[in-house]
């Protein structure tokens, strides 16, 4: 699969797909993501996916390098989370699934079932996920103990539950980061009861281009492998026996940013009725124009690193581990976390940002947090012309 003319099957179609372009990850470390992933689009549904890479490796990442536990973006008590709860709870009582037992997958801190508990969702709720640093340690009891919130540790392809007994299942940024989602998909529908649902959310990748953060925010995620159209997500559903009902679209808050959320609505259905069909939008063009974009930047840091005597980068982010791999000058690397602190690239180790030479171009490399960046780089001492924020 080194060239355009490589075909295999789409995952969540089955129809044919092929090599879309090269996209050079990496990270601290021996990071599972020191490698180049080979991107594919399918040529029917739209689906852009991420082929060499298994879940395997990606349970290692999640295990060892993941630092979600640092992001403000998993505050549960965050007034841009709580809007997007509000929302999640609309959803299910606008389709009449109000005061349903719901069964969350990938729950992490649990924030979504604990704000429906305080806020009267009369069911029994469970939280699933499979880092039991995340998920809260005990059992919680609401509402004179006739409604009970608990979490368990366990994986979406392995549910810890027998099958026929679940009402609802929810999966809120979840399938996105699973390269199997044939067996996420075959054990929800095991574990589901005869008129049982399923509600997914993901990134709505065919309006990454409405929505630009940066060079190349979107891709630049390196554990999102799927990069999903509606109708992609709907025809994986139909193939593992689910008749989608519905399709919402809606820009929602994070702590940090707003996003384009995709989320369907679907219903176990042994019968196989007519498939959900609908328009699927271009996410490959906008792949292959942030590649472009991300290459220009590179070369632009080339120029500026004759100019300079070194460049020094802030922020061991996302953004940078696609940009790095294209640089093949000296820098140095600084970052606020004394986690990161503690770890290297390939060789280069990640420095205080109190104790760095204020000397040469300071870049910042994080998209999302450069104005808060630059006023801490001017306080350690730094002259304001001689900071560089990425866009």
Known sequence: MNNKKSTLNCPACKKKSQYLVDWEYSGLDDSIFNYTAKLCECLSCGLVYIKNITDERLSIFYARECSYFEKSHFNISSPENIEKYKYYRNTLVDIGLSNTKITDIGCGRGGFLKWLIDNDWDADCVGVDVDIKSIPDAIENKLNGSVNISFKEGKAVALPFASDTQSLLTYFHVLEHICNIDQVLQEAFRVLNETGYILIEVPDAERYKDYPIGTAFWLSIREHIYHFSATS?????????FEVININRKILPTPEFIYPSLMILARKNNKKNKQYLC????????????????????????????????????GISSELFSLLPLLNFNFILCDSSKFKQQSHYKGIPIQSPETISKTGLLIIAPYLYGDAIETAAIEYGWEKEAILKLK
């Open 279 to 314: 328009e699927t939008g271009d996410i490959s063009s906008f792949i292959i124009q942030s590649k472009e974009e991300l290459d220009a930047q590179a070369k632009g840091l080339l120029k500026l690193n004759k100019k300079y005597s070194n460049l020094t980068f802030w």
């Open 233 to 241: 997500l709907s025809h994986a559903l139909f193939r593992n026996g």
